[in-house]
C-alpha cells in the first residue's frame, strides 16, 4: 500500500541550482534514528546549508536539520543537524570521491523525497559556478521569461 507522500518531494535545495551546474545525480538512503522518519514525513527538514563528505568509504551529510517531532518519545535525537550516514553503493561511493576529489567540484544535496516507503536523498555532483555565470543563467531566464510572455499575449488576441 503506498503512502500519501509517495513520490512527493518534502524538502528542495533550491539554491543548489543557483550556485552550481549539476552535472550527475545519485539516490542515497539515510540511517535515521527515533522518530526522525516521522518528522520528514511532516516535511520539517531543510536542506539548505546541507552538504556531504565522503570518510572511511562511507559517505555522510552534515547539517541537515530535520526538526524534533513533537509527539515524540524519549528515543528522539537531541541534535537536529546531527551527522548522518547516507546508504549508497561501494561502486556509486568510490566513483563520487573520484570526481569530487577534482578542483570545484562538491556533493550536494538536491531534494529529499518517500520512494516505496523509505525516505530518499538525491546528490548531486556539483560544479562551482562563478559569478558571472550566475548572471547569464539569470539573463537567460529572464529572456525565455518575456518570450513565453509574449507567446501567450499573441495567443490571446488569436482566439
Do not use: C, W
Not at 552535472?23 to 518528522?39: C, F
Amino acid at each position: 500500500m503506498a503512502k500519501k507522500n509517495d513520490g512527493k518531494v518534502l524538502a528542495q535545495n533550491k539554491k543548489a541550482s543557483h550556485d552550481y551546474f549539476i552535472e550527475d545525480t545519485y539516490e542515497a538512503g539515510m540511517v535515521l534514528t527515533g522518530t526522525e522518519i516521522k518528522s520528514i514525513r511532516n516535511a520539517r527538514v531543510n536542506i539548505g546549508d546541507a552538504f556531504a563528505t565522503i570518510r572511511n568509504g562511507e559517505i555522510h551529510i552534515h547539517n541537515m536539520h530535520i526538526s524534533p517531532f513533537e509527539q515524540g518519545n524519549r528515543h528522539n535525537p537531541t541534535d537536529p543537524t546531527r551527522t548522518r550516514k547516507l546508504l549508497m553503493h561501494k561502486a556509486q561511493i568510490n566513483k563520487l570521491l573520484g570526481l569530487s576529489k577534482q578542483e570545484g567540484y562538491s556533493i550536494v544535496p538536491l531534494k529529499i523525497y518517500i520512494k516505496n516507503g523509505y525516505a530518499k536523498l538525491l546528490l548531486g555532483l556539483g560544479k562551482g559556478k562563478k559569478q558571472y555565470d550566475k548572471r547569464d543563467a539569470a539573463a537567460k531566464r529572464d529572456a525565455q521569461r518575456d518570450i513565453q510572455r509574449v507567446l501567450r499575449e499573441k495567443q490571446k488576441v488569436a482566439r
